[in-house]
């Protein structure tokens, strides 16, 4: 993983997870790692954050034989969707889920490439608690513990899950 410095905007510490993604064997080993702490559970959906995390929840969720749901930016989901804006380190967004993503009573886990500020995973959360479902744990690659993100799981009385601390 390489930082790539003042991107998207100056000041910004962007990590670059494509140069771990483009090989296989580190690849796999990742996909590994983070699916053990669900292997004997049931899960029944992964709901994975546009766009980075969308490539590890989708391989999350086919090497557990789940589902998979997307949360996307928003104007990109084409039914009925439940909104949330949230800061950002450079500004605001919004994202989406459709209304009929999750089902009642499904153990769901959220799956995210990396934990900065927590904005975005506090959005994702507050997407999922619309539903009458079980959030089991959120999940991250990368967690850049400088940035407090984690601080939000407490708040929420969540548990959490990162891979690579930073």
């Given at each position: 993983v390489r930082t790539i410095q003042d991107y998207p905007i100056?000041?910004?510490?962007?990590?670059d997870i494509t140069t771990l993604l483009q090989k296989a064997d580190l690849f796999h080993d990742l996909i590994d790692e983070m699916t053990k702490p669900w292997e004997n559970e049931k899960i029944d959906a992964i709901v994975s954050i546009e766009a980075?995390?969308?490539?590890?929840?989708?391989?999350?969720?086919?090497?557990?034989?789940?589902g998979f749901i997307p949360i996307r930016k928003s104007g990109k989901l084409p039914y009925n969707v439940y909104k949330q804006t949230y800061a950002l380190e450079y500004g605001k967004?919004?994202?989406?889920?459709?209304k009929d993503a999750i089902k009642n009573n499904q153990n769901v886990v959220i799956v995210d490439d990396v934990?900065?500020?927590?904005?975005?995973?506090?959005?994702a959360i507050n997407l999922v608690k619309s539903f009458d479902c079980n959030l089991l744990e959120c999940c991250f690659m990368i967690e850049l513990s400088f940035l407090k993100g984690s601080k939000i799981f407490n708040e929420k009385n969540l548990k959490y899950f990162s891979l690579i601390k930073l």
């Amino acid at each position: 993983v390489r930082t790539i410095q003042d991107y998207p905007i100056k000041g910004i510490q962007f990590r670059d997870i494509t140069t771990l993604l483009q090989k296989a064997d580190l690849f796999h080993d990742l996909i590994d790692e983070m699916t053990k702490p669900w292997e004997n559970e049931k899960i029944d959906a992964i709901v994975s954050i546009e766009a980075r995390g969308f490539i590890i929840g989708a391989s999350l969720a086919t090497k557990l034989g789940c589902g998979f749901i997307p949360i996307r930016k928003s104007g990109k989901l084409p039914y009925n969707v439940y909104k949330q804006t949230y800061a950002l380190e450079y500004g605001k967004d919004t994202i989406e889920i459709h209304k009929d993503a999750i089902k009642n009573n499904q153990n769901v886990v959220i799956v995210d490439d990396v934990l900065a500020t927590g904005g975005t995973i506090k959005a994702a959360i507050n997407l999922v608690k619309s539903f009458d479902c079980n959030l089991l744990e959120c999940c991250f690659m990368i967690e850049l513990s400088f940035l407090k993100g984690s601080k939000i799981f407490n708040e929420k009385n969540l548990k959490y899950f990162s891979l690579i601390k930073l």
